[in-house]
């Protein structure tokens, strides 16, 4: 009997792993990082209920931190066997694991400088050495193309359309029995990245569920981010937008810039404030065959860089752009404000009415972004309570996650629904509305399962 484990992004959006055990082998699908509210946070620092040295091999479905971000605690534990992933996961997580593991260290110094802490000493969890570690166990599987995981358990990668590199994990297991790991399900008719690939026969189905209960806003070809941005430039202020430095700030950049071609939209100053973002673009340019056809003509980095386009690569030329008066868009990480060089622009920019904060993707309970969107009047940032006059505005179009629409279309290619659906990644709300919209429309079997269940598939 094969058993599945969630010990991540049950009734919630973060954490995304999965424990599999199956024919004497125990596999780890996503090793994901919780985020958000603190609660959660603190399921971080718990040891898993299998220990890391036990584990026989470990898979990946895209380099984004809720899927990756506990990859060098786990290696730090004991974790010493292979990881794959597609290349284009692979080169994405030579950026992330490193700077999240620099980005803790820096927090721990700070806190213990500062005192802020409940912890004394503060400390990281996990380093940058673990980071490289963790690197080093990659191995890059190219998309569908079945490859043997462990005896009995075959695996194939197939195109989500989420991130560079994103893949649905299609496991077969000795017998013929399947399961289809969704990982983050892409969006139809986007630019940079292409459609996700129609899903493949499967007896179980994980399907994320982060926008189960809504519709994104339509295609309005970039009028409302024009608007906003003249609007702010109106005003003399700046425009702030937290974006992922991967996946995100590619979309974010290639609108400005389509808007500047258009005629719409001044050509200003654009800073790109992220070195961790600029090697993506890099990489992006470097895997354009696995682009959307709109970017794939051109087949340079320059795809990506509008007229007065100007990167930020030192901690001093940020700091230098902070204290800048000039009216301009600066785009910076981390998507959700809840680290990195986004949260100096934040303290420069939130208390300035003629600025404006924009976000672009999700945010997550617990975290600035929510806490803006969501109308705070001031916010906590490095310990400092910062009052908010900036307008907040949020545009959702840009998401890189599937909304219901889009999930129930990708479902439709199904010939043969799976005998079980599982739905994961998303709050409670949302889940719970995409789980009677599947049932009832569908007439799928759909769970929902909490953390830590454990279920039996045969």
């Known amino acids: ?220 070809r970039g009028a409302r981010l024009a608007s906003i941005i003249k609007d702010t430039i109106a005003r003399g202020g700046k425009l702030i937008i937290p974006a992922f430095a991967i996946g995100r700030v590619e979309e974010v950049l290639y609108w400005i810039k389509k808007l500047e071609d258009e005629g719409t939209i001044p050509k200003l100053p654009v800073f790109l404030d992220s070195p961790m973002a600029l090697d993506a673009l890099r990489y992006y340019a470097s895997r354009a065959a696995e682009l959307d056809a709109d970017v794939q003509a051109a087949s340079e980095i320059r795809r990506f860089f509008t007229a007065r386009f100007q990167p930020v690569a030192s901690a001093q030329q940020s700091s230098e752009l902070v204290r800048s008066k000039i009216p301009s868009i600066v785009v910076s990480s981390s998507g959700m404000a809840t680290g990195g060089r986004v949260l100096h622009h934040l303290l420069g920019a939130l208390p300035d009415k003629r600025s404006t904060v924009l976000f672009v993707g999700y945010q997550a309970a617990g975290t600035r972004g929510r806490q803006l969107i969501d109308g705070a009047r001031e916010v906590k940032i490095r310990g400092q309570l910062v009052p908010v006059h900036a307008r907040v505005e949020r545009i959702d179009s840009m998401s890189a996650h599937a909304d219901s629409h889009e999930t129930l279309r990708w479902l439709g290619g199904f010939k043969t629904p799976p005998r079980m659906t599982y739905l994961v990644h998303g709050e409670p709300g949302p889940m719970d509305a995409l789980k009677a919209t599947i049932e009832s429309q569908l007439k799928w079997q759909v769970h929902t399962p909490a953390h830590l269940e454990q279920v039996a598939i045969s």
């Open 1 to 220: 009997m094969t058993k599945l484990t969630f010990l991540g992004a049950a009734r919630t959006v973060t954490g995304s792993k999965y424990l599999v055990e199956t024919g004497g082998h125990k596999i780890l699908v996503d090793c994901g990082l919780f985020q958000g509210l603190k609660e959660l946070r603190l399921r971080n620092w718990e040891a898993l209920p299998v220990d890391p040295s036990d584990l026989s091999a470990a898979v990946l479905t895209h380099a984004h931190l809720d899927h990756t971000g506990y990859l060098p605690r786990l290696v730090a534990d004991g974790y010493h066997k292979r990881v794959l992933c597609t290349p284009g996961t692979a080169d994405l997580c030579k950026l992330v694991l490193p700077d999240s593991a620099r980005l803790q260290e820096e927090d721990a110094r700070e806190a213990n400088r500062l005192h802020y802490s409940r912890h004394d000493p503060a400390l990281p969890l996990y380093r940058e050495s673990d980071a490289f570690r963790a690197l080093s166990q990659l191995q890059p599987v190219a998309f569908d193309k079945p490859v043997s995981l462990v005896d009995g358990v075959d695996i194939e990668f197939i195109h989500a359309g989420h991130l560079l590199g994103s893949a649905f994990v299609r496991m077969t297991i000795k017998g013929g029995q399947t399961v289809l790991f969704g990982g983050d399900l892409g969006r139809y008719a986007r630019p940079v990245l292409p459609d996700p690939s129609a899903p493949p026969p499967a007896d179980v189905l994980l399907l994320e569920s982060t926008y189960g209960d809504r519709v994104h806003e339509p295609d309005d």
